[in-house]
């Protein structure tokens, strides 16, 4: 046989055969990564309680760091009142104001987030984010 004999063409140069080759190959490219994307949310879609045990493990270096600050401030407040049992109403009337603040920003952000998930509100409308809500009146109240 001949050098030049066995010629037979190379079907990755042939122009339409590799357009149809790449097509196939990108084609299963794009399926492959449609796959990862759904497998990627299906992870997501985890039931709140176990997203938060999950964040618990996660976190659990820092959740640690705060209740041993906790613990440090709850002794030392115990011992202030102890020492001073005048300043115990003072310290429990300041304890309360902070948590009532902390609270009234928390039911903020979860009314907040709602109103967003409903698609009420968008992000860019939303710039407090302790807004307060309007009362209802009896003229627009539902």
Excluded at 76 to 82: D, G, K, P
Excluded at 113 to 129: D, F, M, P
């Amino acid at each position: 046989m001949k050098e030049g004999e066995n010629n037979k063409p190379n079907l990755a140069l042939d122009g339409k055969n590799s357009d149809a080759v790449i097509l196939t190959h990108n084609l299963q490219v794009l399926k492959e990564e449609k796959q990862m994307v759904v497998e990627e949310l299906a992870k997501a879609l985890v039931s709140v309680p176990a997203a938060l045990v999950r964040m618990k493990w996660q976190y659990r270096r820092e959740i640690y760091a705060f209740q041993v600050k906790e613990e440090i401030y709850g002794a030392t407040l115990a011992e202030i009142v102890r020492r001073n049992p005048q300043l115990q109403e003072k310290i429990l009337a300041h304890i309360e104001a902070s948590y009532q603040h902390i609270l009234a920003r928390e039911v903020a952000t979860l009314r907040l987030s709602r109103k967003l998930c409903e698609g009420e509100w968008r992000t860019a409308n939303v710039n407090i984010v302790a807004r307060e809500e309007p009362t209802p009146t009896p003229e627009n109240a539902s």
